[in-house]
């Protein structure tokens, strides 16, 4: 079920990615906070409840402030949803952000994650059910510093498997899975469109995020 929110998103525009052209961090970071950051409270205000509802468990948003950046502007930025109200990087959670490139919505464990071992444990033994149940399109990374990804469908079995021994083995490794939409493609700019599909999106990755918890 769809949950409107009070001030209706209107999707993304090209200024939205030029943020991340702004050279400087004082001036990026003041493009972003006027143009990009209060749509991702309006993207809260909408997929907080269609998550609590979807994830059965109550869910809070977490807008990335970038405080701890004091000479190298953000490359990206991002809302992220999850279940704990005063943070998200320790816990499994969902992602909405931009890069100058694309806006990617998605999965995410990082390496802040105190369970990350048993859910690559859980992945591992059920790599079949996750090899037909996560779409062809979908992309996963190893690094969400990293714009790029590796296609599901262009993985081979042992790849997928390396993506989820890395994630138990390596201290630092973190795991995301979810859609890339390029700059410029016409769903961005209609907001109700995207809320459906990010909705779509979250509901597919739906698997993942059970078998982290």
């Known amino acids: 079920m769809s949950v409107i929110a ?123 059910s996750i090899r037909g149940s996560v779409p062809s399109s979908y992309v996963w990374s190893k690094d969400h510093m990293v714009p790029t990804g590796l296609v599901h469908g262009e993985l081979a079995d042992d790849e997928l498997k390396e993506l989820f021994t890395r994630l138990k083995t390596v201290k630092a490794a973190e795991l995301t899975c979810g859609i890339h939409i390029q700059r410029g493609d016409p769903l961005l700019a209609d907001g109700e469109a995207f809320m459906k599909r990010a909705e779509d999106t979250f509901r597919t990755l739906l698997p993942l995020y059970r078998m982290a918890l």
């Open 6 to 128: 009070t001030d209706s998103f209107t999707g993304f525009e090209d200024k939205d990615f030029e943020v991340f052209e702004i050279e400087g961090l004082e001036a990026r970071m003041e493009a972003l906070i006027a143009r990009v950051r209060p749509k991702f409270h309006q993207l809260g205000e909408r997929m907080t409840p269609f998550l609590t509802e979807a994830c059965g468990e109550e869910m809070f948003t977490h807008v990335a402030k970038h405080a701890r950046r004091t000479v190298n502007p953000p490359n990206d930025s991002w809302v992220a949803f999850a279940p704990n109200k005063r943070g998200y990087k320790a816990h499994p959670h969902f992602q909405i952000g931009l890069w100058s490139t694309h806006v990617f919505v998605q999965f995410a464990v990082i390496y802040e994650c105190p369970s990350k071992d048993q859910f690559a444990e859980r992945a591992l033994a059920e790599l079949s």
